[in-house]
């Protein structure tokens, strides 16, 4: 008996790092999953390996930036697997892509950066709450990060931050509507992953050795990790849990 037997799951930004680490880890623990992702090549291979014999993962291509497509991957996702029970929204813009401070980052990036970091959200929780409601209830996750609670001098991340600490509020929020329909609403942050995102960091020793530093733990997390930490949210060991924030940082915040 898998800790997800029965459980349909939809994922977004799973075709790599954290979001596909769940992915594989939902399948094995019973669940069928929808791969949502702009990423078609990974995307696609990731369902073909966890699909198998029993169709146990499909992907379906999706800006989340763009509210019609995902509105139309949620309904796609739900017909084909039979409905929605947990949500994952996980897809996101890193700092490699919208770093800076706010003098430094172009108002472009910044508008990507809440695009895809909050109202790609919005956009997902919004198309699949009916869904929820269908099966009875079911569980959110938003992906927030330690950036939310912790900022750095060495690696300014304001445009980041700001999209994290808004999933904060807004798990919360959501989760006092929510709730009384049996839908519980938490959010997951993150710390130092590696993952693609985090390759500047890796990128040199010296690098590396700065970031592990400022964690206890001195060292960085591996997606499979923070899989288990989502598993945990998702599943009925959960299920007194909403409107938190389980913090997987080896320690980070707390220096």
């Not at 490699?96 to 695009?115: C, H, K, L, M, N």
Request: glycine share 10%; with cysteine.
């Amino acid at each position: 008996m898998g800790r997800l037997d029965d459980k349909i799951a939809i994922i977004s930004g799973a075709a790599t790092g954290i979001g596909a680490a769940t992915a594989r880890r939902f399948v094995a623990e019973g669940a069928k999953v929808a791969i949502l992702d702009v990423n078609a090549d990974d995307g696609q291979a990731l369902a073909a390996q966890l699909a198998g014999t029993t169709d146990a993962a499909r992907f379906f291509p999706c800006d989340v930036a763009d509210l019609d497509a995902v509105a139309a991957a949620v309904d796609a996702a739900a017909g084909a697997l039979g409905g929605i029970d947990i949500v994952f929204a996980n897809a996101a813009l890193g700092t490699i892509v919208i770093g800076g401070t706010v003098e430094s980052i172009e108002p472009e990036r910044w508008d990507r950066a809440f695009g895809v970091n909050t109202r790609g959200i919005y956009a997902l929780t919004r198309a699949a709450l009916p869904h929820l409601r269908t099966r009875g209830g079911g569980s959110i996750i938003l992906t927030s990060s330690s950036s939310a609670f912790i900022g750095t001098n060495g690696r300014p991340t304001h445009a980041y931050a700001a999209t994290k600490g808004a999933l904060v509020s807004l798990a919360r929020a959501m989760a006092v509507t929510y709730g009384p329909e049996g839908i519980r609403v938490n959010a997951l942050a993150p710390g130092f992953v590696r993952t693609r995102l985090t390759d500047d960091i890796a990128s040199t020793p010296e690098s590396l050795e700065r970031a592990l530093a400022g964690i206890p733990l001195r060292r960085y997390a591996m997606p499979d990790e923070l899989a288990a930490c989502a598993l945990f949210l998702a599943s009925d060991d959960a299920s007194f849990v909403t409107g938190t924030v389980l913090v997987a940082d080896g320690g980070q915040t707390i220096v």
